[in-house]
């Protein structure tokens, strides 16, 4: 059975909320469950780029959109009890480290508050009876945990969290009051929904249009004829397709669902071997991108700092789940080049972007 089927069975005709689904990952996840066959509802802000891969899709015109702040409890609360959703995938977030230095207090509402609001609508949804959510998965980070830059150390589940910056550091807390809502409203004779967190490596993949990241950085600086300027070129971060997380938090939500045994805290990133320097991944870009395609080192004085070795153990959801990636670095830079190269081509991206999903859930 592909992954395609075996994820269709279950969210087909399903009522799934996605928070942040204006975002990148959000926009990818919401036309993954569009195509599985769920009534796909999403609640977040605006877009956050110009261009953005929401509009680019018009999944818009694809699901159910709602436009708020994952801050305004009221709001969300009344969405929430509208749509009564069954699945609900929290992935609303402030997501930039450096970001998170410039406006930190409003980093720690969005990545904390908002958690405790999405759960509360959660909590409360046992009102709903049958209606209530039936499977919750909370989208965190790989740097969620106290990190000391020691090579070679794959970091494990049970590892102290400890984020340095304010956007790791306010996943650390969005993963404990994750933490404590499940034992405090959903263990034991309460346990009607299960819960699980997923902390997810750094994705690459068509329609990342967002500032400080290195792929977006590499096609911006290429189409302008511009040398691509790397800050960072000895850090090494699990690079991965954005479709390899994505496939997973749909895993983890449906296995829990069946089984509330498989609910816990779970690593998402590549095998080691794919864990790589930003300097290797700018090589690959440019191999991908031919002609044209160069990059410089371009560091920053006086640059916020960010981890220089991050790497993630994924033997627990290996054999929790029986996952291995699908993708490798090699294929997922060489993915996200064709899917620029396809949107400058102005070729029609919603089906563009469906043939690569189905490419990869064939597998």
Not at 117 to 127: A, H, T, W
Not at 324 to 334: I, Q
Not at 337 to 345: F, G, L, Q, S, T
Request: net charge negative; glycine share 6%.
């Amino acid at each position: 059975m592909s992954k395609f089927t075996e994820l269709k069975n279950y969210y087909n005709g399903k009522r799934v909320l996605v928070t942040g689904h204006t975002g990148f990952k959000g926009s990818w996840l919401s036309l993954m469950l569009r195509m599985l066959g769920a009534e796909v509802y999403g609640y977040a802000l605006e877009p956050p780029t110009e261009p953005s891969l929401f509009s680019i899709l018009g999944l818009e015109k694809e699901m159910t959109s709602e436009i708020g702040d994952i801050r305004d409890f009221q709001h969300l609360s009344s969405f929430f009890e509208k749509v009564k959703p069954q699945v609900v995938l929290h992935l609303a977030a402030q997501p930039i480290v450096r970001t998170s230095y410039e406006i930190p207090r409003e980093t720690y509402e969005i990545n904390v508050m908002g958690t405790v609001n999405i759960l509360e609508c959660v909590r409360k949804s046992r009102e709903f009876g049958d209606d209530r959510v039936k499977t919750f998965l909370n989208v965190t980070t790989d740097k969620v945990y106290e990190n000391s830059d020691l090579m070679d150390h794959p970091f494990k589940e049970e590892e102290k969290l400890d984020g340095y910056d304010p956007y790791s550091n306010s996943k650390s807390c969005s993963e404990l009051v994750t933490h404590s809502y499940t034992k405090s409203f959903f263990s034991g004779e309460d346990s009607v929904t299960p819960i699980s967190t997923a902390r997810a490596g750094n994705v690459i993949g068509g329609g990342d249009f967002a500032r400080d990241r290195i792929i977006p950085d590499c096609v911006r600086d290429t189409v302008s004829g511009k040398s691509i300027h790397v800050r960072n070129p000895y850090s090494t971060r699990p690079y991965q397709h954005v479709l390899e997380p994505l496939y997973v938090y749909l895993l983890i939500a449906m296995r829990q669902a069946e089984d509330p045994e498989v609910s816990d805290c779970y690593n998402v990133g590549p095998d080691e071997s794919d864990a790589i320097t930003t300097g290797d991944l700018a090589d690959k870009f440019v191999a991908s991108w031919g002609e044209g395609a160069k990059w410089h080192t371009e560091a920053e004085a006086d640059a916020p700092h960010e981890a220089s070795f991050l790497m993630l153990d994924t033997g627990k959801i290996k054999k929790a789940l029986g996952w291995t990636p699908v993708w490798h670095v090699d294929e997922a830079v060489r993915e996200t080049v064709k899917w620029y190269r396809a949107w400058n081509d102005k070729e029609d991206m919603l089906k563009y972007t469906e043939e690569q999903i189905k490419d990869f859930l064939a597998d």
